[in-house]
């Protein structure tokens, strides 16, 4: 029998149901209708004496088909389904390989017994769309493992493996060899071991695992990981109800509050994250999959830190990689911190000692540009110099292959400039990783003017590769994301030289869920970087006596950041806890009173409403002027690369969640305190406020 992407066969007295719906064997409405059918016909055959639940593919179920989740409610049909499934008459069996995520777990805890190959992960990551388990898996799990014991998988929404599965008690075996074949001699053996049905509705919970005091503790718990957030908390709700309610109401409470979860604008911003990340590829006008060469070898110029990261990146993704610097001391240098990085790894138990020879015999060193020669494509690393990287984009030219992609990973110049330094202009593209680039997944694609389309098509796929986010943007200075940092953080320095201190404005901003203040972020990064910047770019920035001026004063004392323990803060030898600076706001005070600027004292609200309205006002213009292709891909980087809390979705989907009116109203509030000189609504958000739309609405026009 077959039914879609379900079918049915007979081995012996076994009926096994297998799924295959590529690529990751969602629940899908087509796969529920298939089971569905499936389920009825093995309630008619007499010779079907056990039930195997196997998918074909690369995984079991990979959870819940999430496009769904925008429509009408589907939770009764999950019910109805799971029902079913559990209620049959004979021994059901979950034969599982893969990542089994969210409503893949869940469907096999109807089942009466769960099996796994090795190598599988198991999970629960609802919270983390800022949804619940809503398939029965905050009522299943407690009566399979107890409230804590779930609660604390939920709350983790990271996958386990097998062994945890069994030692947990939601799993009962793993099995060896190919899945199904596997599952099926396990479902015989219940068979000759006379082993009956095991509904796991029919199971109570321990009230040990229930008590209140636990309930306290991971409530505290869940309020510390998830701050301004509310889905963890309603998972505490839903399961805590599984001690106290039968199945069948407990499932109509967890349907009530699954259903709560989906409304909120935690959940919405999530969802919008995570399809937005799978829409950065979907760009118009690039070649067909397997028109351009594949990239299987990479160089990179420069062994510093972004240059070694890169390397590293290359490898952990299996990928040879030569790395070329201008002396041996250089290389040696950058290839003992590469060695450090794996050690960590290794030490961490991330990465075998194996793995981590493997790993560094794909990179090597050279100080000749002709070992670059066989690259598929080449990245430049090196510090921010336009006549450097010039130089080194004519020897590239003259060395590398046809069809190379010529990379630079500047994060501030203009890449036309670049690229009009060879004579394959058309083969030059923007890579700028962010930092460490061995573990931020952001990666801005920079097309110039020329850039062939087969080259952003092969530079996406390497990406992919590298399992990097990519963002593609057009050349202006500071692409998307540090063009959009200029507003942001310009209003942070000013601030303390009002007289609020680092830790004030820091606090605010993480307090609203950044995850980390941009004046620590600016220590960590060194104070002399953007100092670098400016004054490489000075005649950009506005006739403003204290732009940026914090910085510089800092500078000016010598205060480098975490580098030499100084900064906005002090950091103490070998710690990178913050410690408020006498010295520091003795600095910013005496700066303040020679640039004449008046003190005041300022709110939260202030705070993250100075920094974060500019951040908004730019992203407005660079949508408008055609930088960035969407404004999801804005949300993109902003939530990938600069710690903007997903689950307020990034910068422009929060300004259409609070109301573009409240944001243009705000910027011409403070333009009223401060002048016209950096508060001026961009011309889009002043014709969507006008026009009583959304950004939702201009972007739905455009595609």
Avoid at 40 to 48: E, G
Avoid at 354 to 368: P, Q
Avoid at 628 to 643: E, N, T
Avoid at 664 to 692: C, N, T
Wanted: net charge neutral; charged share 25%.
């Amino acid at each position: 029998m077959s039914s879609g992407p379900v079918s049915i066969e007979m081995e012996g007295d076994v009926a096994v149901i297998s799924v295959d719906s590529p690529p990751v064997n969602t629940l899908n409405a087509a796969v529920r209708t298939g089971l569905f059918a499936a389920i009825r016909d093995i309630r008619s055959r007499p010779d079907a004496r056990a039930m195997v639940l196997v998918c074909k593919g690369s995984t079991f179920f990979s959870g819940a088909d999430i496009s769904e989740f925008s429509g009408p409610p589907k939770e009764a049909e999950y019910r109805d389904l799971f029902r079913e499934l559990e209620q049959l008459p004979v021994p059901v069996v979950a034969g599982m390989h893969g990542v089994v995520m969210g409503g893949g777990l869940e469907i096999s805890l109807a089942c009466h017994y769960r099996v796994a190959v090795a190598g599988t992960r198991f999970g629960l990551p609802e919270v983390t769309l800022g949804i619940i388990p809503g398939a029965g898996g905050t009522q299943r799990m407690p009566r399979l493992i107890g409230v804590e014991k779930a609660l604390n998988l939920i709350l983790a929404a990271k996958p386990v493996d097998v062994a945890t599965g069994i030692e947990l008690g939601f799993i009962d075996a793993e099995i060896h060899g190919e899945v199904r074949e596997a599952t099926v001699a396990f479902a015989k053996g219940l068979l000759r071991d006379h082993a009956g049905v095991r509904r796991t509705s029919e199971r109570s919970v321990d009230q040990a695992t229930a008590t209140a005091a636990i309930i306290e503790r991971l409530t505290a718990q869940a309020r510390s990981q998830y701050p301004n957030r509310t889905a963890a908390l309603t998972a505490i709700e839903a399961v805590s109800a599984a001690a106290r309610l039968p199945l069948e109401e407990g499932l109509l409470h967890e349907t009530e509050l699954a259903n709560r979860t989906k409304v909120t604008v935690e959940s919405q911003a999530l969802i919008h994250v995570f399809f937005a990340e799978r829409n950065t590829r979907k760009v118009p006008g690039l070649p067909a999959p397997g028109s351009y060469p594949k990239i299987t070898a990479g160089g990179v110029i420069g062994a510093g830190t972004m240059g070694g990261g890169i390397a590293i990146c290359f490898a952990n993704a299996g990928l040879p990689v030569t790395v070329l610097d201008s002396s041996q001391e250089a290389l040696d240098r950058g290839f003992g911190v590469i060695a450090k990085t794996y050690d960590s790894m290794v030490k961490r138990g991330r990465l075998t000692a194996e793995d981590k020879a493997k790993r560094l015999a794909l990179i090597r060193g050279t100080l000749s540009y002709s070992d670059l020669a066989a690259a598929d494509v080449v990245i430049e690393a090196v510090f921010e110099s336009l006549d450097l990287k010039q130089k080194i984009f004519k020897e590239l030219d003259a060395i590398a292959k046809p069809g190379a992609v010529l990379a630079t990973n500047t994060s501030t110049l203009d890449i036309n400039a670049v690229a009009a330094a060879t004579r394959r202009p058309e083969n030059v593209v923007g890579l700028h990783f962010f930092a460490p680039a061995n573990v931020m997944p952001l990666l801005e694609v920079i097309r110039t003017d020329v850039t062939a389309p087969a080259m952003i098509a092969a530079t996406l796929d390497l990406a992919k590769q590298l399992k990097k986010t990519p963002v593609l943007a057009r050349v202006c200075y500071g692409f998307i994301g540090n063009r959009m940092m200029e507003g942001y953080a310009r209003e942070a320095q000013r601030m303390v030289l009002e007289g609020a201190t680092p830790r004030q404005v820091d606090g605010a901003l993480e307090a609203w869920g950044m995850a980390m203040g941009i004046l620590a972020v600016f220590d960590m990064a060194g104070i002399d970087v953007g100092i670098n910047v400016h004054k490489a770019n000075a005649e950009r920035y506005p006739p403003d006596p204290s732009y940026y001026q914090a910085d510089a004063a800092l500078y000016a004392a010598g205060r480098l950041g975490q580098k030499n323990g100084k900064g906005y803060y002090k950091y103490l030898a070998g710690d990178r806890t913050r410690h408020e600076d006498p010295e520091a706001l003795d600095i910013l005070k005496a700066t303040a009173l020679q640039l004449d600027i008046p003190q005041r004292t300022h709110g939260a609200d202030e705070i993250v409403e100075r920094c974060v309205y500019p951040l908004i006002n730019e992203g407005m213009r660079i949508l408008e002027e055609g930088v960035a292709i969407r404004a999801s891909d804005v949300d993109v980087v902003w939530c990938a690369g600069y710690g903007f809390p997903r689950y307020r979705g990034g910068p422009l989907f929060y300004a259409d969640t609070i109301g573009l009116k409240t944001v243009r109203d705000g910027i011409l509030k403070y333009r009223e305190q401060f002048g016209p000189m950096h508060w001026q609504p961009a011309p889009l958000l002043e014709r969507l406020v006008s026009d009583g739309r959304t950004l939702a609405d201009w972007q739905a026009e455009r595609i």
